[in-house]
């Protein structure tokens, strides 16, 4: 009744002009990610994949609401549409570029007004390129759909953009014998739908970013438990693990125990579930944060077991998941606080402290190397995922941390992931809060660490540099420092 009025109120006075929805959310990086003009609240995803045919079709139902009055709104996809129905008629729907469709409604669309939009669609999806690659990955029994900041265009049309977060149900129909992994929890077991095929059913009940989706079809062994905060952990490994099997599971094992630390230091875990799936090697070289279930490729357990991307993609729960970025530029809030997450478990587990990281990184890059010439707090769009961003950017929270003091700066991290809990947030929304819970101005510190395209000097960004005066010495290699350089290799691998 409440809704209804409101809309009443607020969406018929004026009449301004329909207008098209703009075909980019806002992001400097990234002009035509996301979309304008609309707001998605649900996605309700059915699709259908024929493994080794790499044949997808689905239906997925979209619950939006519009936030002016559209002549036009545009999704993101690139596989190839059947149909559209908005709010029951029949849409018409033309594509731009290679992963835009703008859908024309055959009634005005008013501010305010609730949507439901049933997009059909087919495709082949290794087949289908767009913005230059092909992020969906076929693979020898399945398929992955994994990938930072593009994979939702190759198996569900969307709002793709960090910032229009929105609840899931993800339902595969895959042939008998073949598993699904994906978000959050399973509402009910798999089961059969039609003679040959079983249908996989996954819902994730907080919002959630469109690349932190995912599917993952194969050959796996799903290992589920209970952690100690009461939650399920659901994990998987691809029966093709070979010789990486036995670290793959030394190490996701220990998700559960390495939550209950992170809650620790972040605060209690923002979601429903928690896991990780280790997928089969050469499939996909790096490890993605994937809500409530980080994926790893195999390679990262090729050395033995190695808790520290486990450390890493789980940090992301919070820094990356739970606060997604405002826009990409705001990647060090993601990729800085996870890198320093293994900075935190070095030190935990006594391999190494975070001072003494901080040190042997910081004369690992000489002056004159092109690594200090990303800024971590703006890298530029082919530099998202720099090597800079997680280094330079755990050195940076570093810095930060001793700028604060340590009960201001532990403070500062579980009063931001709380604060903006199932939301966004950007580099100066931190330093605005880090300022507040510290008394202090940290202009000088942020200013060097993210923003300045030269190594900083020690001792000169003021209270910084107060357990670090004077310039350090080359100091013993933490014990830690190969895995966790190991770790940032792969991950720096994400998307080239
Ligand atoms: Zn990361």
């Known amino acids: 009744m409440t809704v209804a009025l409101a809309v009443a109120l607020t969406g018929a006075p004026a009449q301004a002009a329909a207008a098209p929805g703009a075909p980019g959310i806002g992001d400097p990086y990234f002009p035509d990610y996301g979309n304008g003009g609309y707001d998605v609240s649900h996605y309700d995803i059915r699709v259908?994949?024929?493994?080794?045919?790499?044949?997808?079709?689905?239906?997925?139902?979209?619950?939006?609401?519009?936030?002016q009055d559209l002549s036009s709104f545009n999704l993101d996809f690139a596989l190839n549409v059947t149909s559209i129905k908005v709010n029951g008629w029949t849409a018409t729907y033309a594509r731009q570029g290679d992963h835009e469709v703008v859908v024309t409604a055959p009634r005005p669309i008013s501010r305010n007004q609730f949507l439901t939009i049933v997009v059909q669609y087919e495709g082949v999806p290794s087949e289908v390129v767009a913005a230059g690659y092909t992020a969906w990955t076929k693979t020898s029994d399945g398929a992955l759909?994994?990938?930072?900041?593009?994979?939702?265009?190759?198996?569900y049309p969307s709002n793709d953009h960090p910032r229009d977060k929105a609840t899931h149900d993800i339902s595969v129909l895959v042939p008998d014998g073949v598993e699904v992994l994906s978000n959050g929890v399973m509402p009910r077991a798999p089961r059969a739908e039609i003679p040959g095929w079983t249908r996989w059913s996954w819902r994730s009940t907080r919002p959630m970013a469109s690349y932190l989706a995912f599917m993952a079809i194969g050959q796996y062994e799903i290992v589920t438990d209970t952690a100690p905060n009461g939650l399920p952990v659901i994990n998987a490994y691809s029966e093709n693990l070979a010789e990486y099997a036995t670290s793959a599971r030394a190490s996701i094992e220990r998700t559960s125990e390495v939550v209950e630390w992170a809650e620790g230091i972040f605060g209690p875990y923002p979601f429903e579930a928690m896991g990780g799936v280790a997928v089969a090697p050469s499939t996909i070289g790096f490890a993605?944060?994937?809500?409530?279930?980080?994926?790893?490729?195999?390679?990262?357990?090729?050395?033995?077991?190695?808790p520290y991307v486990v450390v890493h993609e789980n940090a992301h729960q919070w820094f990356g998941d739970s606060v997604a970025v405002d826009t990409w530029q705001d990647i060090w809030l993601n990729e800085g606080f996870a890198s320093y997450a293994e900075w935190l478990w070095s030190e935990y587990t006594g391999e190494?402290?975070?001072?003494e990281l901080f040190e042997f990184y910081y004369n690992l890059y000489p002056v004159t190397s092109s690594f200090w010439t990303v800024k971590p707090g703006d890298p530029g769009p082919p530099n998202i995922f720099h090597p800079a961003v997680y280094d330079r950017g755990a050195m940076a929270v570093h810095q930060i941390r001793l700028a604060m003091g340590d009960n201001a700066f532990f403070a500062l991290l579980k009063a931001w992931t709380s604060a903006r809990k199932d939301g966004?947030?950007?580099?100066?929304?931190?330093?605005?809060?880090?300022?507040?819970?510290?008394?202090?101005?940290?202009?000088?510190?942020?200013?060097t660490w993210l923003y300045t395209p030269t190594k900083p000097a020690l001792g000169l960004a003021g209270a910084a540099a107060a357990r670090s005066a004077?310039?350090?010495a080359t100091r013993t290699e933490p014990k830690s420092f190969q895995k966790i350089n190991a770790v940032h290799q792969e991950l720096a691998n994400k998307n080239w």
């Open 424 to 447: 966004n947030g950007n580099i100066a929304q931190l330093q605005a809060l880090a300022e507040a819970i510290s008394g202090r101005d940290l202009d000088a510190v942020f200013t």
């Open 470 to 472: 004077g310039p350090t």
């Open 352 to 355: 190494g402290t975070a001072d």
């Open 48 to 67: 259908r994949y024929h493994p080794g045919a790499d044949v997808l079709t689905g239906t997925t139902t979209i619950l939006a609401r519009a936030s």
């Open 288 to 306: 993605l944060e994937n809500q409530t279930r980080s994926t790893y490729a195999a390679e990262f357990f090729r050395r033995g077991s190695d």
């Open 145 to 155: 759909a994994i990938g930072q900041p593009e994979i939702a265009w190759w198996w």
